[in-house]
């Protein structure tokens, strides 16, 4: 496993609220991403960061937002969520080999997220 | 157009049977190249990863790069119930910002 852990695993909310997604990882590594997979859509990539208080937009980033105050931990906000946002969320960071990055990612368990 | 294209399917075939599962894509300018598999509520894990064209063989499983095609394979040999499950390819590109770009997966069933 590649140390990555997302709370909370699953999370039924009503519209209008705030949702915070929590990753923390443990192997201390730059980059991490969120990503959201929905059927026939795949996955796709919400936001991501290089270093703590560096983050950019992905290609579906409207309505979220992220921040990362410490290497380890990813936080993704659903501002006011909505019920085009229920999906199942994904954390992930980027592979290493013999101590370099590579191009691989590998992805945390996931939240299944419910906006009713 | 997508940059990353994978037929759905789904694909189901009997145990021991050789799979083959593919992607197309559009960027000439992606040199990595994934094969993840999914199980039914768990995060995507990576199988294979390969660099520019060519095979790659890891037990059972072989991937194949033809870049000039844009066209890449994952077979699958003897195939077994455990691996039923989705398979996504994803892809990037050397520079910029790593990002990848997957397929939407390709659901696989092995029947017993």
């Known amino acids: 496993d590649a140390g990555i852990t997302q709370s909370p695993r699953h999370k039924v909310t009503e519209t209008g609220t705030p949702v915070t997604l929590r990753c923390h990882q443990t192997?201390?590594?730059?980059?991490m991403y969120w990503y959201r997979q929905d059927p026939g859509h795949g996955l796709r990539l919400i936001h991501y960061?290089?270093?703590?208080?560096?983050?950019d937009k992905g290609e579906v980033s409207d309505g979220y937002s992220v921040s990362r105050s410490k290497t380890e931990d990813f936080l993704l906000t659903l501002e006011s969520a909505t019920s085009s946002q229920t999906s199942v969320y994904f954390c992930?960071?980027?592979?290493?080999?013999?101590?370099?990055?590579?191009?691989?990612?590998?992805f945390g368990p996931g939240t299944r997220l419910t906006v009713l | 157009q997508k940059e990353v294209e994978q037929d759905p399917g789904p694909l189901s075939v009997p145990e021991g049977a050789i799979v083959s599962l593919n992607c197309t894509y559009s960027?000439?300018?992606?040199?990595?190249f994934m094969w993840y598999r999914q199980y039914s509520r768990k995060g995507p894990e990576l199988l294979m990863y390969?660099?520019?064209?060519g095979n790659k063989e890891d037990g059972r499983f072989t991937a194949q790069v033809d870049k000039s095609s844009k066209y890449i394979s994952l077979f699958i040999r003897d195939s077994q119930p455990s691996d039923s499950a989705t398979y996504l390819c994803?892809?990037?590109?050397?520079?910029?910002?790593?990002?990848?770009?997957f397929g939407t997966g390709t659901r696989l069933t092995v029947i017993p």
């Open positions: 994803a892809m990037s590109a050397p520079q910029g910002t790593y990002n990848l770009f």
């Open positions: 390969t660099y520019s064209s």
């Open positions: 960027n000439s300018a992606f040199q990595y």
């Open positions: 192997e201390n590594h730059r980059y």
């Open positions: 992930a960071i980027r592979g290493t080999s013999g101590g370099h990055s590579t191009d691989t990612q590998y």
């Open positions: 960061s290089y270093g703590v208080k560096d983050t």
